[in-house]
């Protein structure tokens, strides 16, 4: 299984960018695929995950309103549109996989995960 992330890159305050995360030897509509995040020096944390069919997408409050995950099944590709970005978003982005797709918020119950993408977001 492979999960592979880009996208990631250098944007000002207030700009935008997108993550793109391309997924294979899995069947992939059967994952919910989640984005988390590690800043320099903090835990991993959640960002935004999205189920099976595309229909549910909670979001960590901390990128409600700015970021949108989506998700197409037919590419096997899951995106993040990131908005209105800040100088704390800045991060290694990494995209997951959870054949259970239950529990979004709990990076341990993701199986595969990607090598992640750096995003700087300078001030």
């Known amino acids: 299984v492979q999960l592979v992330e880009s996208g990631g890159g250098l944007v000002q305050n207030g700009g935008s960018l997108r993550l793109s995360c391309a997924a294979s030897g899995l069947i992939f509509r059967y994952y919910a695929m989640g984005w988390f995040r590690q800043a320099p020096g903090k835990e991993r944390e959640y960002v935004a995950a999205?189920?099976?069919?595309?229909?549910?997408?909670p979001y960590a409050d901390s990128v409600k309103g700015r970021f949108t995950i989506s998700r197409d099944n037919a590419k096997n590709t899951v995106y993040l549109q990131m908005n209105r970005l800040k100088p704390e978003d800045t991060a290694v982005y990494y995209c997951?996989?959870?054949?259970?797709?239950?529990?979004?918020?709990?990076?341990?119950?993701?199986?595969?995960w990607g090598q992640g993408t750096l995003v700087t977001v300078s001030s």
């Open positions: 997951a996989a959870d054949y259970a797709g239950s529990r979004w918020y709990v990076a341990d119950d993701y199986e595969y």
């Open positions: 999205i189920n099976k069919s595309g229909d549910r997408n």
